[in-house]
């Protein structure tokens, strides 16, 4: 077997095709490296250049959302398990926060507790929702997040509590960092998950489930793999809400609203794509506020037509255009060398 | 080309009876009321080329999915290299070196051929260490499929030819001691089942185990080495191709006298 192994693992396309083909691919790469760090840099040097609030108020959204997308994305997106569930793990993130900081735990604790405590609940629930396919995983998941909402709303005070110590020393900058970090965070586990031999084994599962078995690819394994990093995630996100936020109604982070921006936010970028959630977060954020502020309480309106119009026009979302023009831009390139050799 | 897939570590295994590869024992399958597969014994040498043919609604299908691991089987138990594999999950058969197609082909749809191959390099019965091990090793079976042009082409806009092809190349990824081929000849052209009889012997030719299911007898008896014939979930015949033609049982149920007189 061992010698089989070795020829198989012998290159046969013409060497240097491959060769410039890899090369050319981590050019690509290590630009696309530096264009994320100049960006990160500058996010990071947007609070010490300015204290207007309402800057930072807007970035620090658009990071949440884009790790509520991201995380929604991992689950519903990779690996093709639609959950309708996602504001129970958000909620359930916040709850620790809120239970765990306000009793005096320091806030770096909570946070973590935050990312497991989502996690650990939902790879038990998942065991067996996850025996449901298709729509019927959407409809029980749904289902639980909803029951968990009420449970919420019935056992804890609807009067939001006011931590007035909490809200005299309260800064933006911090929350604005922890937002920041835990989007890069988010966008790095993502990247670096579906470049591995495991990620490939999760899109197959999305792919068919069936096919991917018998090609040995364990499903339940990988489908909790998938959920365990999302509610991970959604849960920090939470987490970062409620840190935010400090007074709230306990009940608002489980609100089914939460699941439905992280579905609007990935399916208006691009779902399963990594720069997806990206796009979707910050065309969600601006357009929210921007109506908000304009139309008040017919923006929600104004959002389902664009809604509707930016899945008919791009069915795979805003990164669709980045496609479009790169394909564009490259059979433009193609016919411009064919036309130089040609005229040679 | 080929011989890339040649395996030699099994003859030197040293099992009491080293050429029996898979073996069903009095295997039954039952739906509801309706037994699909009843009492079946069937057993595979290494090596070796097993028709499965019969009417619809004979069980082949259903004895596929038995073997593949896809449905728990009631009665009965099944080995593979002497191993009790009769709990065990498909994906689990599959890295004990059990590989299957589907009949209606089954391609990782937004996925590209490279992609879906490496699916079958990592999973399979000898993991890829690397992600990019797996693309090497999915480039090359690619190769004896005759898809390496379209390595980095999703699988969405094939031929029905090629995606049969892809199918193949993703069980052959899984660097199976069995493979099992349902009705890989269907749906094709004429021309494209000699293309697809053609990937068959060339299978043959690399010492993998298969099993058939086919509709088009001919071309099952024009590759097999041995016929199992199964009718309304019990086996009625196993021989030669030969030996079953001639078999009246077979003819009564499923042949017809047509076809008998033709060979």
Same mark, same amino acid.
């Given at each position: ?6 020829? /198989? ?7 240097? %095709? ?5 090369? #050319? ?13 100049? $960006? ?17 108020? /807007? ?15 991992? /689950? ?33 604790? &909570? ?10 609940? &939902? ?108 509610? !991970? ?51 969600? $954020? ?23 119009? $930016?899945?008919?026009? !791009? ?30 | ?16 009876? &080293? ?16 037994? @699909? ?42 080995? !593979? ?56 090793? %999915? ?81 099952? !008896?024009?590759?097999?080495? #041995? ?18 033609? @001639?078999?009246?049982?077979? $003819? ?12």
């Amino acid at each position: 077997m061992e010698q089989v192994g070795s020829q /198989l693992n012998q290159p046969t396309v013409p060497l240097r %095709a491959a060769l410039s083909a890899r090369r #050319r691919f981590s050019r690509a790469r290590v630009f696309s490296w530096i264009v994320v760090a100049l $960006i990160a840099l500058a996010m990071a040097a947007v609070p010490q250049v300015t204290t207007r609030s309402d800057v930072l108020n /807007l970035l620090f959204l658009i990071f949440l959302f884009i790790v509520l997308g991201q995380s929604w994305n991992i /689950l519903a997106g990779f690996a093709g398990q639609v959950s309708l569930g996602h504001a129970a793990l958000f909620g359930l993130g916040a709850l620790t926060t809120r239970t765990l900081w306000f009793g005096g735990v320091p806030f770096p604790l &909570a946070f973590a507790a935050s990312g497991l405590v989502p996690a650990v609940c &939902a790879s038990l629930i998942g065991i067996p929702t996850f025996r449901l396919r298709g729509a019927y995983f959407s409809i029980g998941t749904l289902a639980i997040a909803e029951v968990l909402r009420i449970t919420i709303a019935n056992t804890l005070p609807l009067v939001s509590f006011l931590p007035v110590d909490m809200l005299a020393t309260y800064e933006l900058a911090p929350r604005y960092y922890l937002a920041l970090a835990l989007a890069l965070a988010t966008m790095l586990a993502t990247y670096l998950l579906f470049r591995s031999r495991y990620g490939l084994g999760i899109l197959a599962i999305r792919e068919d489930e069936d096919a991917a078995q018998a090609t040995g690819v364990r499903a339940l394994p990988h489908k909790l793999a998938a959920l365990v990093i999302s509610s !991970f995630f959604a849960g920090l996100a939470g987490s970062t809400y409620a840190f935010y936020q400090v007074s709230y109604y306990p009940e608002a982070p489980f609100h089914a609203g939460w699941t439905f921006d992280a579905l609007l936010i990935t399916f208006v970028g691009g779902v399963g794509t990594l720069i997806g959630p990206v796009l979707g977060a910050i065309f969600y $954020i601006f357009v929210r506020e921007r109506l908000a502020v304009t139309l008040v309480s017919l923006h929600p309106l104004i959002f389902g037509i664009l809604f509707i119009l $930016i899945v008919l026009i !791009f069915p795979g979302g805003l990164v669709d255009i980045g496609t479009r023009l790169r394909r564009a831009w490259n059979t433009r390139r193609a016919s411009h060398s064919e036309s130089r050799s040609a005229g040679k | 080309m080929w011989g890339l897939l040649r395996r030699t570590e099994r003859s030197s295994q040293g099992h009491i009876d &080293a050429a029996m590869l898979l073996k069903t024992e009095q295997v039954t399958k039952l739906f509801g009321g309706l037994t @699909a597969v009843r009492g079946v014994n069937l057993s595979v040498r290494e090596g070796e080329i097993l028709g499965l043919i019969g009417p619809n609604g004979a069980g082949k299908t259903t004895m596929f999915n038995l073997i593949t691991g896809f449905y728990r089987i009631d009665r009965g138990r099944i080995f !593979f290299q002497d191993r009790d594999i009769t709990r065990l999950g498909p994906a689990d058969r599959c890295k004990q070196g059990i590989a299957r197609t589907f009949q209606l082909v089954r391609p990782f749809q937004h996925m590209t051929l490279g992609e879906n191959v490496a699916v079958g390099c990592v999973y399979g019965r000898v993991p890829a260490t690397s992600r990019h091990d797996a693309e090497m090793r %999915a480039r090359a079976i690619l190769e004896l499929v005759g898809l390496a042009d379209q390595f980095d082409a999703p699988a969405h806009n094939l031929t029905l030819m090629n995606r049969k092809r892809l199918e193949l190349a993703r069980a052959l990824a899984t660097q199976p001691f069995l493979l099992l081929l349902d009705e890989f000849l269907a749906g094709l052209n004429p021309s494209e089942v000699h293309v697809a009889l053609e990937l068959v012997r060339q299978l043959r030719a690399s010492n993998i185990t298969l099993i058939l299911v086919e509709h088009i007898v001919e071309a099952v !008896f024009g590759v097999s080495d #041995r016929v199992i014939v199964l009718n309304v979930g019990e086996k009625i015949a196993e021989g030669s191709p030969a030996q079953v033609a @001639a078999d009246e049982r077979v $003819i009564d149920a499923y042949l017809g006298r047509g076809l008998h007189a033709h060979a």
